[in-house]
């Protein structure tokens, strides 16, 4: 089995609600709420979920871009939750990330060749020569050429701006890349293509991915595992196909329902999400789920359900206690 490069337990981020003259505190936004996975040296685990459920915020914790309200996040072993600055940013040229908006990640004053030497000189990674020479080969990885590097931003298209983040996340040679929403920008044609290079680019340079995504079709395509998110919680864990030939929550099963299929004929029969989403800021006790459920029963709206190991396929619901 291969070893372990991220562990994460009982992750919390909640922001506080405050009004008032005082700004007493009213409240509070469970943006994640009691999470825990591992992460396997080489591989991609794939996080799902409805707009608001708390994946992009699980991205940015992992980062320490925001901080956690409790838990434990360790790479390689060692806990970063903790950690100082200047030991975070040894730490950091081994986490990368590539974001969303390829318009609004890149730095539209610089060149290209400026925004991949950045990393390198924040790290003090290199010569000036040897950064050069780094940013025209990361160019050439990501399908892109080596006079590209004097252009701005602004000359590219979506899908090459999205290759130039990419490129970017390279430079300093990590063991993990977490790639919020990368393509989900992106035309469904050139989507295609930034898919294809990152799985070419995984196999060439041994890396890790956690690929965050509310498209399920795009997930099964990259990812060896995949969790589901809900309302800020892990409800669902498991090998990709066998997450989507076997889902076993109810949520997991309307979000596999809803996708489009080519034959309406072969589409399985089973009912989709009713109600609206609840707010982040109330949700409902016990199952989050459970106001939205068909197979709600008394103890899904009391009790939080306890997660279940079915030989691998973690689920969170009372179905399986």
Not at 180 to 200: G, K, R, T, Y
Not at 227 to 245: K, N, P, Q, T
Not at 269 to 295: D, M, V, Y
């Amino acid at each position: 089995m291969p070893e372990l490069l991220l562990e994460v337990n009982g992750l919390k981020k909640y922001y506080p609600i405050t009004g008032g003259i005082f700004g007493r505190k009213l409240g509070e936004v469970k943006a994640v709420d009691n999470i825990s996975f591992y992460v396997k040296k080489g591989e991609t685990l794939g996080i799902v979920g409805e707009s608001g459920c708390g994946k992009s915020t699980t991205g940015r914790l992992l980062m320490r871009l925001i901080e956690a309200s409790d838990g434990r996040i360790l790479f390689e072993d060692k806990e970063i939750t903790n950690m100082s600055k200047s030991e975070l940013r040894k730490v950091r040229r081994d986490i990368q990330m590539v974001f969303q908006d390829p318009y609004a990640s890149l730095n539209p004053r610089n060149t290209v060749e400026q925004i991949l030497e950045e990393p390198l000189i924040v790290h003090g990674m290199g010569t000036k020569e040897e950064r050069k020479k780094r940013v025209k080969e990361m160019l050439e990885v990501v399908g892109l050429s080596s006079y590209h590097s004097k252009r701005y931003p602004h000359q590219f298209s979506g899908g090459q701006r999205q290759r130039i983040g990419i490129a970017r996340a390279l430079m300093t040679k990590p063991k993990l890349i977490i790639a919020d929403e990368p393509v989900s920008a992106l035309d469904v044609s050139i989507q295609a293509q930034v898919l294809n290079l990152m799985s070419d680019i995984q196999k060439e340079f041994g890396l890790t991915y956690i690929f965050i995504a509310h498209d399920l079709g795009v997930v099964r395509h990259i990812s060896d595992r995949v969790g589901v998110m809900y309302l800020g919680r892990l409800i669902e864990l498991a090998d990709s196909e066998e997450l989507y030939e076997n889902p076993k929550h109810p949520y997991t099963q309307a979000l596999l329902n809803a996708v489009p299929v080519p034959d309406p004929d072969l589409k399985k029969q089973t009912s989709l999400i009713e109600g609206e989403l609840p707010s982040p800021a109330n949700p409902p006790s016990g199952c989050a789920f459970h106001t939205r459920c068909k197979e709600c029963m008394e103890i899904c709206k009391t009790q939080r359900p306890v997660e279940q190991n079915l030989n691998g396929h973690y689920v969170a619901c009372h179905l399986y206690s």
